[in-house]
């Protein structure tokens, strides 16, 4: 496999490498899987805090243990010594878990999303779509994830990711999505995908599907 697999390096000029040394990476390893347009890249990525945080800074973050295959699965996962940092600026998302977060109580989880409302979301990233929920803040709908925002990557949890009809890794605990891929947002029913249908008849007030938080 070509090692000039990111398009938006074609003109730029390589990147000094991190250095092998465990001196060499900060903070600590988590599990890394990310996707491209056409690669899944697997590893160990290292960070201080959160995974998203240092996506989140827009700077090349070290990796090791480094395999890639093509996304849609057709060859085995290799090995690629090769590449030792990634560049937030390639991947389209980040597939995460539970070991790339920091470590939080019942509680403290609960008071990160008390003044969220919970999405349930469609989201176009072309060649992928991703389905789950997104925490937003009130007063700010999901379509307003296309708008230009500090933060690079939005998380989407209890997600599945689809390239075509293939299913990417399962149900994952979230999905970090680069903003600057995403093409469309809508509002979906989770269990099928899909638009709710609405009822018939008039609405009896109070707070509608979307605005109630799960």
Avoid: C
Avoid at 50 to 68: F, G, M
């Amino acid at each position: 496999m070509p090692f000039d697999l990111f398009r938006r390096r074609k003109d730029e000029p390589a990147k000094p490498s991190a250095k092998g040394s465990a001196e060499a990476r900060p903070g600590r390893g988590v599990p890394f899987d990310g996707l491209t347009e056409e690669w899944r890249i697997v590893g160990r990525m290292d960070v201080v805090r959160r995974l998203s945080d240092a996506l989140n800074k827009r700077e090349a973050v070290p990796i090791s243990e480094v395999q890639w295959a093509p996304a849609d699965g057709s060859e085995a996962m290799t090995p690629a010594p090769g590449l030792q940092t990634m560049d937030p600026y390639d991947l389209i998302m980040v597939l995460a878990s539970d070991e790339s977060l920091l470590p939080l109580t019942d509680t403290e989880r609960a008071a990160h999303k008390v003044h969220k409302i919970a999405y349930d979301v469609a989201l176009e990233v072309p060649p992928y779509r991703v389905l789950g929920t997104v925490y937003l803040y009130p007063g700010s709908e999901p379509d307003r994830l296309l708008d230009r925002a500090t933060e690079m990557f939005v998380p989407v949890v209890d997600a599945t990711a689809y390239l075509g009809e293939q299913d990417i890794g399962g149900q994952l605990d979230a999905i970090l999505v680069n903003r600057f891929y995403l093409r469309g947002v809508e509002q979906v029913d989770k269990r099928t995908g899909e638009r709710p249908q609405k009822l018939p008849g008039a609405p009896l007030g109070g707070v509608s599907w979307q605005d109630r938080s799960r």
